[in-house]
């Protein structure tokens, strides 16, 4: 047998495994698309206040937590199997979601009710997804894990640019909850299709286990590179969690419609695949720390938009617009910063425990960020304007993005960082090219 199979999967293998994940995560993009994305405006059909928005956001990030039990499964069914058994789980309550949308009149009983389904959708899926990181090491080990990455999220965003278009027309500027059921319903079949897609990716077997599974966790969160991540990465979704989730409340508020609320996904996607190509070669030949530094810092300063959001309705598609897209173009780096942080800091040996301890913490860190989040937000919308005439939940928004320079700081102490390329001399270097 070759040494690569002895190791691993061989390169022919690994190819075909990148081209089976690339279709599952295009299946998870649809999706998305389909029902997660359209979660919020849903809710707030139901008469949902920013605190059912705040524990919505809550459980999506808590729910992550359920990967430690995802780990123990994964020893016994193996991470491709895992991931079917996981999918094919979700079929249940996202059936029970289409029925609710179907016949569900708005009233504070049918709140709860959406949101235990769609909490127990993300609880199951997160359950399966505990194979998907150890099964992109698996797939990417040798090969340049930025190269793969951007052109597998270059479909997932080419598809973010049309899908929105066509839920937003369908769904229309006032929707009821009964016109959520069509697209619930295609978000049930696509999980279907991802099921079946998520048999074809190869894997490399899980070692037999010489220690108890608590050992092996405690072996892994020793690791002092996963724990400088998992400190970055809980601030991170902290503060993410607090802040965006309540978006839709401003701007549905100030009066833009849920089919400009949601083509806003299709403007975020375009700023994402406009960048893609371009972090992906910057991680891969410089590592993470250039791209957290612009994408972090930038996004930082981007707090500052709120306190110019506009009254009228068309001058609030001229701002969001842009602010939109200028998201996309960063979310896109950080996003593709952090995977490879998050890779770098991992150990082989330790997968599934390192990954699970790694998005358990962005899920402590989410979790507390929606629910205190969804509390603040909920007693500032009452407030009235300041002396000043500032309205409170607009300097709530920048202040929570001002406070992502905190991540950044975080990003300063990731595995690898004192030898990666600083940006001020990648600066000096593009200088010289340009001139």
């Known amino acids: 047998m070759p040494e690569e199979d002895r190791e691993g999967l061989s390169r022919e293998q690994r190819r075909q495994g990148q081209a089976a994940l ?20 849903f809710l707030l059909g139901l008469g949902a ?45 996202t059936t029970a979601l289409v029925a609710l949308a179907f016949s569900a009149q708005p009233s504070p009983s049918i709140i709860w009710v959406a949101l235990a389904m769609l909490a127990l959708i993300s609880l199951l899926k997160q359950v399966g997804n505990t194979g998907w990181w150890p099964l992109i090491q698996d797939n990417t080990a040798g090969d340049a894990l930025g190269s793969v990455l951007s052109h597998m999220r270059i479909r997932q965003r080419s598809l973010d640019l049309v899908l929105p278009l066509i839920v937003g027309w369908y769904l229309g500027t006032q929707p ?32 037999p286990p010489e220690t108890g599974f608590w050992s092996r966790l405690i072996e892994a969160g020793r690791r002092s590179s996963l724990r400088r991540y998992g400190l970055y990465s809980m601030v991170y979704s902290f503060l993410s969690a607090a802040s965006i989730p309540f978006w839709v409340v401003v701007l549905t508020g ?18 994402n695949l406009c960048g893609l190509l371009w972090w992906g070669r910057l991680v891969d030949g410089h590592g993470s720390r250039p791209v957290l530094t612009i994408t972090l810092l930038a996004q930082a300063l981007l707090g500052l938009a709120w306190l110019g959001l506009p009254s009228q309705p068309l001058w609030l598609l001229a701002w969001a617009t842009p602010v939109y897209l200028i998201r996309g173009v960063l ?14 800091a991992v150990s082989s040996t330790h997968q599934g425990e390192g990954f699970t301890l790694a998005l358990f913490a962005s899920a402590i860190g989410g979790g507390l960020g929606g629910l205190l ?48 390329s600083p940006l001020r001399t990648l600066a000096r270097q593009w200088r010289r090219r340009f001139l």
């Not at 039990?69 to 309550?93: D, H, N, Q, T």
């Open 254 to 271: 100030r009066g833009m419609g849920a089919i400009y609320f949601v083509w806003m996904t299709s403007v975020a996607a375009l700023g």
């Open 331 to 344: 979310q896109g780096g950080v996003q593709m910063g952090e995977n490879r942080a998050m890779m770098d």
């Open 22 to 41: 690339t279709r599952v995560a295009v299946a998870f993009t649809f999706t998305n698309s389909f029902i997660w994305s359209l979660s919020a405006l």
């Open 176 to 207: 009821s909850t009964q016109r959520f059921v069509l697209p619930f319903a295609l978000g049930l079949l696509t999980t279907g299709a991802a099921a079946w897609l998520i048999r074809g990716i190869g894997e490399k077997p899980i070692p």
């Open 49 to 93: 206040t920013p605190f059912h928005l705040g524990l919505l956001e809550t459980t999506s990030q808590l729910d992550r937590t359920a990967r430690l039990g995802g780990v123990k499964i994964m020893e016994r069914l193996g991470k491709v199997s895992l991931m079917f058994w996981g999918r094919v789980a979700v079929l249940l309550p």
């Open 373 to 420: 989040g969804g509390f603040a937000f909920q007693w500032i919308n009452q407030l009235p304007l300041t002396a000043a005439g500032w309205d409170p939940k607009l300097l709530y928004l920048a202040a929570l993005q001002l406070a992502m320079v905190s991540a950044w700081y975080l990003s300063t102490f990731l595995t690898g960082h004192d030898q990666q």
